[in-house]
């Protein structure tokens, strides 16, 4: 397949889309490389950008990265006075190979499998909202896979509204301190960019050059220096607004963004600032690791009261500044009847959940610490500290606690009709949650969990979301509940453990191997929970008569067969629905499971992909733990020689949850 420009004919090769599946006509998409003198590939719908890779910089379209692991093409190039052109060449002649733009505007490279007989997605092109056009608007750069996913270019500010950490696109970033057009201007250096569309390449320029001719010209917002054409570097300037950018690890560009000189001091400022801070921070750890050192000599011996004052004492440090109170041992005993076996509601690893009712009629659910229980303080004072500070119409309120003596309680609103998974997983209780009811209840879980994630500074990391934390309120209104095994993050970073803990079935690869988690294992857990429930079947534990495949391992085949919708609850097909919605579903439940933690993403684009009709513009990829077997199978198949590659998985040393 060769995309691109011949100069002799005039004659230009594009990738188009069909009309639909089955109608081969010409449909609204057409893929293609924008011209000669721009040469940068786009995805277009009726003429107007949809998505764009590029510019060309000599090694690869700009934003544009193929990793080598996940294809068996590679990428060709020409750039000549006659032609301009792009072909993917295979790496593997045995492998049969094809570049489709199906009828909703998705670019992907397509295997053949001959065991199964179907064309399996190798690549998505455009599998992200930072794929999107424009997506952050003029001088705002796209993170892929980030909670805060816009963000403006250095020297910009965007204006905030309803306590939003995301830039609104309609509000676009503007210059803190206005351009002078003058030698007063200067540039600002931001690397590992998509570059900006509408680019103008100024020949005859050296790259020394290049900066200085940008600054005498006052429409000129940045300049760069790359290979666009294949025979060596260029200046490549922009004289508009910096549209279409994002940020890009590994297939990025550097960028020289034009400022005024009073913004170029502010940065010098921070950036001396930030050293400092480094430097005293360097000085109180080697104080406080001498401090350890000597302390290690020394054993103290704590009683059970001391511990009962700490927590009382962290407990008081939780309560200020929040609109929660403390409980007497009285209180709380009154309100359950004396923790009668007729007000125990349920009960998990932290101890039994008892119904109250407070002297003011006010209805509580009282989680009560077990003398036997394996979470012990430590959870205990977690989930007080994780929940206190939760704001949210998606989150369970925590109203109080009790650390009287040795008890240590925790007092929530109570939530009538239990957990989700008393409806999902009845055959009975099914019936009364209709299908638009569990969509909604998909949506607002999916908005608590991105409330969560979405700190500036410090993120919340749940690591124990699933069906059975979901309670709902008397209007069937989801609220996310359990912060005992939470974790406070900060932002776009990946915390290691060395004790996994969580529930089989909804624990991410990556955290079960390797103990590394970070919003994205959440990201896995919610999309085990949304197929649970389309389907109305537990991922831990599902069998199916014709394959080994788990639920994520069903749903996938049946999405690679065409056959989504097949996933459904029979129960729900009783009743009216839009197929369109349940498909979404799957869709965003199967991106949010794939293998790879990269490939998944962000809560605030998974609540934008629930909330909108538009298509989603990105196809899953192969999920993670999809074909669990048991050890003996496994053994069973290697000594039969099997050589196929197996998706395998042996739990010992996890500690589960129930």
């Not at 390797?514 to 294992?521: L, Q």
């Amino acid at each position: 397949m060769k995309l691109g420009w011949d100069s002799k004919s005039g004659g230009e090769r594009v990738l188009t889309s069909w009309r639909t599946p089955i109608d081969p006509s010409d449909g609204e998409f057409v893929f293609r490389i924008e011209s000669i003198e721009s040469p940068q590939l786009l995805l277009e719908k009726q003429k107007i950008r949809q998505s764009r890779w590029g510019p060309w910089n000599g090694h690869r379209f700009s934003g544009a990265y193929f990793k080598k692991s996940d294809h068996v093409f590679r990428p060709v190039y020409h750039s000549s006075p006659e032609e301009v052109s792009l072909k993917f060449e295979t790496t593997d002649e045995s492998v049969l190979l094809r570049l489709v733009v199906n009828q909703i505007g998705v670019i992907q490279f397509l295997k053949w499998e001959n065991g199964s007989q179907i064309w399996v997605p190798v690549m998505t092109l455009n599998q992200d909202i930072c794929d999107t056009y424009g997506s952050c608007g003029p001088y705002g750069v796209c993170y892929r896979n980030n909670a805060q996913r816009c963000r403006c270019l250095k020297g910009f500010s965007a204006n905030m509204s309803n306590d939003r950490p995301l830039i609104d696109p309609m509000n676009e970033c503007r210059r803190k301190l206005a351009l002078k057009c003058n030698n007063d201007d200067g540039f600002v250096k931001r690397r590992e960019l998509k570059l900006p569309d509408k680019f103008t390449v100024w020949q005859g320029l050296s790259p020394q050059q290049c900066g200085g001719y940008c600054l005498k010209e006052c429409s000129c917002m940045a300049y760069t220096n790359i290979d666009i054409y294949g025979n060596g570097s260029k200046c490549v300037v922009w004289l508009d607004k910096l549209l279409d950018i994002g940020y890009s690890a590994h297939g990025g560009d550097a960028l020289y963004i034009r400022v005024a000189r009073g913004e170029l001091e502010s940065i010098s400022s921070a950036k001396r600032h930030r050293l400092y801070t480094a430097i005293a921070i360097l000085l109180l750890s080697a104080f406080l690791w001498t401090a350890a050192l000597c302390a290690k000599y020394f054993t103290f011996d704590y009683e059970r009261t001391t511990k009962t004052a700490t927590v009382n004492r962290r407990s008081s440090q939780v309560q200020d500044g929040q609109d929660m109170q403390f409980f007497s041992i009285n209180t709380i005993s009154a309100a359950t009847n004396n923790f009668s076996q007729a007000k125990k509601i349920g009960a998990g690893g932290f101890g039994p959940v008892y119904q109250g009712e407070l002297p003011n009629g006010q209805r509580i659910a009282v989680k009560r610490l077990s003398e036997f229980s394996r979470q012990g303080d430590e959870e205990f004072q977690n989930e007080l500290s994780m929940t206190a500070g939760l704001q949210h119409r998606n989150l369970v309120k925590l109203l109080g606690c009790c650390t009287e003596g040795d008890e240590r309680i925790l007092v929530y609103e109570y939530m009538p009709n239990k957990s989700l998974d008393k409806f999902i997983f009845d055959r009975v209780a099914r019936r009364l949650l209709s299908w638009e009811k569990s969509f909604e209840i998909l949506k607002g879980i999916a908005k608590g969990l991105s409330h969560l994630h979405s700190g500036a500074e410090v993120r919340i990391i749940h690591r124990d979301l699933k069906v059975s934390n979901i309670l709902l309120d008397d209007e069937m209104n989801p609220k996310i509940s359990d912060f005992g095994l939470a974790r406070n993050v900060e932002a776009e970073t990946e915390e290691i453990t060395r004790r996994v803990t969580g529930t089989y079935g909804y624990m991410s690869p990556e955290y079960m191997m390797t103990g590394s988690y970070s919003t994205k294992s959440d990201v896995f857990s919610f999309g085990v929970l949304v197929l649970e429930v389309v389907s109305g079947r537990r991922n831990w534990g599902f069998r199916h008569p014709d394959h080994d495949f788990n639920l994520l391992g069903h749903a996938w085949k049946l999405w690679t067969q065409g056959k989504a919708l097949e996933l459904m609850d029979p129960v729900l097909l009783e009743e009216s629905f839009r197929e369109k919605d349940v498909t979404r579903c799957i869709q965003v439940g199967l991106l949010c499971v794939q293998c790879h933690s990269g490939g998944r993403p962000a809560m605030p684009d998974v609540v934008s992909m629930l909330q909108n009709d538009d298509a989603i513009p990105m196809e899953p990829r192969e999920p993670g733990f999809y074909g669990l077997k048991s050890s003996r199978e496994l053994k069973s198949s290697l000594a039969r020689g099997n050589q196929e590659t197996c998706n395998g998985l042996t739990i010992t040393t996890l500690t589960g949850r129930s």
